[in-house]
């Protein structure tokens, strides 16, 4: 018997390898980087450069956090409603919504520009229908502003924060719902004390699952959004320039995954707090 | 209510699918532009099946899908069965946490870390081309394997112990036990793994960008056209992968029902 579990445990070995030397290494060595300069020498002057990249820090988190609320914001009614439809209706609006994923971003991303240029199809539907000469304009400025790069943010990454919520929520036992009926609940009050809170999960798995690919993205603002570099825009320049600089490259990708680390830390602690609250 | 909601889920999935419409629109406009529609022609998917670039980088694409896919399967799922076997419950804990290092962290974080391991390792031995074809299936797999094992490992833990016992009782040997028993019981959790990591890769742009080197797959060669210009030809090729996976989901999703509804029709008999 023990002989046995100590093969079934062996099997787990190539693994271990793999994980050691394509995970952890690698990011030891991100850090030997951030930590020397381009001839190997100890410095920590890497990091003394990060003044220049304070502004596309806080474009990034500010704009990903507004992409995260958006996105939150939609996602819950629909994912809430959908719950309420027949079965088989559930599992087709499911597929529907998992079907994006599997045609490419960048092409889908790039659609928006066809809708959303100067000439594009909004703007010739208002010029059409008369609105844009009532407003005495040529167009309306829809793409390369703040605005764009969020709508792609909330674009692309809306059906992780849709899934999750909607299995959450239609796992819920149906017999507390019936419970808080039959203790007297009005719907309101059932929403707020028994669907809200036990929903959490879903949520909070979807805020990571945008914040993360929204504040490190790159390719939407350079696809829809103006001048502004977010840190990714930094982070793919520094790195695949004609002379690349690993080592200020390194420093800033350090800093951003520890960002990502403390804001799922305090995440965690938040939810963990909440369902606490929620078992009292 | 009912009404209202219905609207709003019909507004999300307009949002949803605006950008396809326009996408599948405009692989048949006349004219090269992507601004503009001048007319239905059907000429950018007879100028895709000549466009050697465009097919280059979806063949490798496919490769790369097919290889990682296959290779983080078995590699997980032995992962998955050793981790579960594991007592000491905080190297459990030490495995798990790095085996979700690669689903928590930014893929850009992930991609420059292995693009740095190869500069690395390429620099150590001498070589200057050291991005290629190995480059790209190492780091596909390694953001595979958690998906993985993370599908397999739930399965594992339903199992039941006494069951691959007794299959050794009766004087199978291990590996044929495990053929025979454990992996008949946690296939599911073994074909999820195999599909998420096939779809995973085939979708993946941002850790292929810091890895490809000169083994171009369909994203990163789609990404560098969207800096120069985009050929209609790109849609063409996107309409039809989205024709292909909107029938066989449908397909799937009207089998499934089927064969539900008849399980609950013998049921009430």
């Known amino acids: 018997m023990n002989k ?51 502004k596309a820090f806080g474009v990034s988190i500010l704009y990903a956090a507004a992409a995260t609320v958006i996105t939150l914001l939609l996602s819950y009614p629909t994912a809430y409603f959908m719950t309420k439809l027949k079965v088989s209706s559930q599992r087709m609006l499911f597929m ?65 924060m849709i899934l999750p919520i909607y299995s959450v929520m239609s796992k819920i036992d149906k017999s507390l719902l019936e419970a ?40 939407i603002s350079k696809m829809l959004g103006d001048k502004t570099t977010l840190i990714g825009d930094s982070i793919e320049f520094l790195f695949t320039a004609l002379e690349p600089d690993y080592n200020v490259g390194s420093a800033i990708s350090l800093l951003l995954m520890l960002m990502i680390l403390v804001c799922m830390f305090i995440m965690n602690r938040f939810s963990d707090n909440e369902g606490g609250g929620v078992l009292m | ?86 007592r000491n419950r905080i190297a459990k804990k030490l495995v798990m946490s790095v085996t979700q290092i690669p689903m928590m962290n930014a893929d850009i974080v992930t991609g420059i870390s292995l693009m740095l391991l190869f500069i690395f390792i390429g620099r150590l ?21 958690p998906y993985v094992i993370l599908s397999i490992l739930p399965k594992l833990r339903q199992l039941d112990p006494h069951l691959s016992e007794a ?17 008949p019981s946690i296939s599911t959790g073994i074909v999820t793994g195999f599909i998420m990591a096939f779809t995973l890769s085939l979708d993946d742009f941002v850790i292929s960008q810091f890895t490809y080197g000169t083994y171009q797959t369909l994203p990163t060669f789609i990404y560098s056209m969207t800096k120069r210009s985009v050929k209609p030809d790109v849609y063409a090729l996107s309409t039809i992968i989205f024709v292909t996976v909107f029938v066989l989901l449908i397909l799937y999703n009207i089998l499934q029902s089927k064969s539900e509804k008849k399980r609950t029709e013998t049921k009430s008999y």
């Open chain 2, 125 to 145: 031995i001498g070589l200057r081309e050291y991005l290629g074809f190995h480059t790209v299936l190492i780091a596909h797999i390694t953001f595979n394997l």
């Open chain 2, 1 to 86: 209510m009912k009404i209202l909601s219905r609207i709003y889920i019909a507004l999300i999935i307009l949002f949803l699918y605006a950008p396809i419409a326009v996408m599948v629109l405009f692989s048949f406009n006349s004219s090269s532009s992507v601004w503009v529609f001048e007319g239905f022609s059907a000429k950018w998917y007879s100028e895709l099946a000549m466009d050697d670039s465009m097919l280059t980088a979806l063949r490798h694409t496919l490769i790369i899908a097919a290889l990682s896919a296959v290779i983080s399967t078995v590699l997980g799922t032995a992962a998955a069965v050793g981790i579960s076997a594991m």
């Open chain 1, 180 to 219: 808080a009926e039959d203790l007297g609940s009005d719907s309101l009050s059932k929403f707020r004390r028994v669907i809200f809170p036990l929903s959490q999960p879903g949520v909070i798995s979807g805020i990571t699952m945008v914040f993360v690919p929204s504040v490190s993205t790159f390719y």
């Open chain 1, 4 to 54: 046995k579990s100590f093969g079934d445990r062996l099997v787990a070995a190539p693994y271990l390898v793999w994980s050691a030397i394509f995970i952890i290494v690698p990011l030891l060595i991100m850090v030997y980087f951030a930590l020397t300069d381009a001839n190997g020498v100890f410095t920590l002057s890497n990091f003394s450069q990060i003044g220049r990249y304070k």
């Open chain 1, 96 to 160: 529907i919504v998992m079907i994006p994923m599997w045609m490419n971003f960048l092409i889908r991303t790039y659609s928006w520009v066809t809708i959303l240029e100067d000439n594009g199809l909004i703007n010739s539907f208002l010029r059409s229908i008369g609105l844009l000469e009532l407003l005495n304009v040529d167009n309306l400025r829809l793409i390369r502003t703040p605005g764009a790069v969020i709508l792609g943010m909330v674009y692309d990454f809306i059906p992780f």
């Open chain 2, 167 to 183: 299959a050794l009782d009766l004087g199978c040997t291990p590996l044929k036990a495990f053929f025979k028993v454990v992996v």
